[in-house]
């Protein structure tokens, strides 16, 4: 586990949510592919023993392999992703999940389902 002092730690979020927006595929100066999107999440979470409607936005990025991906899917998809959270730029230290796993939900009841997962290089 990594040390506290240290500045390294966890950094994992596993949500479920729809695709609000998606934005076209692009590339970056280096020509890595990137694409963003908009997650919307609504669940019913416990809090201090009561029961609540939780509600969210949250801007995402897939880089690389992923980025193709989530710039074919049309927005309204429910996806399952996993990823950890990064500040937007240096400038605007608004969070941005930085997606790792997506995991298309549509179909899963019938015995279909697309997962992509990335594995870090190192």
Avoid: C, Y
């Avoid at 595929?25 to 939780?54: I, K, M, N, Y």
């Amino acid at each position: 586990m990594p040390d506290p002092a240290s500045g390294a730690g966890l950094n994992r979020l596993l949500l479920q949510a729809r695709l609000e927006t998606v934005e076209p595929l692009r590339r970056t100066p280096a020509g890595v592919p990137v694409a963003a999107a908009t997650l919307h999440h609504v669940s019913r979470q416990v809090e201090a023993g009561l029961e609540r409607e939780v509600s969210v936005e949250l801007d995402a990025v897939a880089v690389g392999e992923l980025a193709a991906l989530l710039a074919a899917a049309p927005p309204g998809a429910s996806v399952r992703v996993v990823g950890f959270l990064a500040a937007k730029s240096l400038r605007s230290r608004k969070p941005v999940l930085h997606l790792s796993e997506i995991e298309f939900l549509e179909g899963t009841e019938n015995g279909f389902q697309t997962q992509v997962q990335v594995q870090e290089k190192g």
